[in-house]
């Protein structure tokens, strides 16, 4: 029985980007990711992560679950370097809408109900392309000093998808990610700012 490495599962909560930002949900964090972007504040690390297989994975979030919301966003780091079929089918056997979040690199290998891809594309290394064949439901692009319009163009047309965000990376530069996210929301229409929710509530 396959093994998954999880770094930590949460709930409830909210989620804090995106279409989605505040719907009620539990979090599936996976360890490992493919990519190493400099402004990532997340811990994926296999520090501390645990393996659980797919039957323990969906017994603790429906304990976490407890107002019913039945919405899980599955992240890491990279979801896509473990998340699989059987996985998959144990979530929705269990009445979860799967949101992935995902950089783009890698097609999931079970289904999902909403896939968000952020890609990353100045933080590839040689060896990683991105995705062609994915269908996502929205684009989110952190807006550094490396991204402008012609990146969020280039995105666009690679990728159709019903929802685009641009969301200001969170470093010690916020305020300047933040005006030119600003700019780039008015030059580009159909790219609409997303906030991270979660850290102005002050939770996970
Ligand atoms: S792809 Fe996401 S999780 Fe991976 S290093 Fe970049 S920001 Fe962090």
Not at 63 to 76: N, Q, W, Y
Not at 104 to 112: D, I, M
Request: glycine share 6%.
């Amino acid at each position: 029985m396959r093994g998954y490495l999880v770094k930590e599962m949460f709930g409830p909560t909210l989620q804090g980007e995106g279409a989605h930002a505040g719907r009620a949900c539990v979090f599936l964090r996976f360890a490992a990711c493919n990519l190493a972007c400099t402004w990532c504040d997340t811990d994926f690390t296999p520090d501390t992560a645990t393996r659980h297989a797919a039957a323990a994975i969906v017994d603790r979030l429906l304990a976490l679950d407890v107002h019913g919301a039945r919405t899980v966003i599955v992240t890491g780091g990279e979801p896509t370097l473990q998340y699989d079929a059987p996985l998959a089918d144990a979530l929705h056997a269990a009445g979860f809408r799967v949101h992935m979040e995902s950089n783009g690199t890698r097609v999931p290998e079970g289904a999902v109900d909403w896939l968000t891809i952020s890609p990353k594309a100045q933080f590839h290394t040689g060896s990683l392309t991105l995705a062609l064949a994915l269908a996502p439901s929205e684009l989110k692009v952190v807006v550094d000093d490396t991204v402008d319009a012609a990146t969020l163009d280039a995105h666009a047309a690679r990728w159709p998808a019903a929802h685009h965000f641009v969301q200001p990376c969170m470093d010690d530069r916020y305020e300047h990610h933040l005006a030119r996210t600003m700019a780039l929301v008015h030059s580009r229409p159909l790219w609409r700012m997303s906030l991270q929710l979660h850290k102005v509530l002050r939770i996970p």
